[in-house]
T-cell receptor, first 114, second 113 residues
Framework: AQSVTQLGSHVSVSEGALVLLRCNYS??????LFWYVQYPNQGLQLLLK??????LVKGINGFEAEFKKSETSFHLTKPSAHMSDAAEYFC????????????FGKGTRLSVIA | DAGVTQSPTHLIKTRGQHVTLRCSPI?????VSWYQQVLGQGPQFIFQ???????GRGNFPDRFSARQFPNYSSELNVNALLLGDSALYLC????????????FGSGTRLTVV
């Protein structure tokens, strides 16, 4: 079984500051890991995914995440926050390469202060 | 290319009623999944279909059912609605393997009163 823990339900950063959103996973098989962003009243948009290739994954809008097996972590970072980054962010895990569903964390709401 | 299309966008139903939600996947995608997102929570898996066959079911009561049609569109049905069924229902399509990711629609906001 897979599970995801997102540390911090709400993170607040100043515009231009580093963004760090934490995600730890549990999986009995090699995981596939994803970060999604959700803007108010919208669906989920894929930011990036880890699928057992490079451990440092670059995504859209300047976001990146590093897969650390020893720490069972997949933290999301962005060097400089923009006001437009304010949204809800979800980390998700899937178990293998087949048709297995995504298991999501509870989400982290990112606020960006001018 | 059109993305994942869901209808309706908003819906208000009364307790005990039945509801049908619809989803059209991205052209060429043969897998459709349904998720329920209660306010303030992450999405929870309900069903997955691939090539019109059910491939997975989450921990939801039998009041929830779904099907996939030959054109790969899908319906989610919920019977005997409860107040707790109020949520955003998300449909996701994929080409069939998780490493390519899932593309989500904008969802259907269901309110049960």
């Amino acid at each position: 079984a897979q599970s995801v823990t997102q540390l911090g339900s709400h993170v607040s950063v100043s515009e231009g500051a580093l963004v760090l959103l934490r995600c730890n996973y549990s999986s009995s098989v090699p995981p596939y890991l994803f970060w999604y962003v959700q803007y108010p009243n919208q669906g989920l948009q894929l930011l990036l995914k880890y699928t057992s290739a490079a451990t440092l994954v670059k995504g859209i809008n300047g976001f990146e995440a590093e897969f650390k097996k020893s720490e069972t972590s997949f933290h999301l970072t962005k060097p400089s926050a923009h006001m437009s980054d304010a949204a809800e962010y979800f980390c998700a895990v899937s178990g293998d390469s087949g048709n297995t569903p995504l298991v999501f964390g509870k989400g982290t709401r990112l606020s960006v202060i001018a | 290319d059109a993305g994942v299309t869901q209808s309706p966008t908003h819906l208000i139903k009364t307790r005990g009623q039945h509801v049908t939600l619809r989803c059209s996947p991205i052209s060429g995608h043969k897998s459709v999944s349904w998720y329920q997102q209660v306010l303030g929570q992450g999405p929870q898996f309900i069903f997955q279909y691939y090539e019109k066959e059910e491939r997975g079911r989450g921990n939801f009561p039998d009041r929830f059912s779904a099907r996939q049609f030959p054109n790969y569109s899908s319906e989610l049905n919920v019977n005997a609605l409860l107040l707790g069924d109020s949520a955003l229902y998300l449909c996701a399509s994929s080409s069939g393997t998780v490493q390519y990711g899932y593309t989500f629609g904008s969802g259907t906001r269901l309110t049960v009163v």
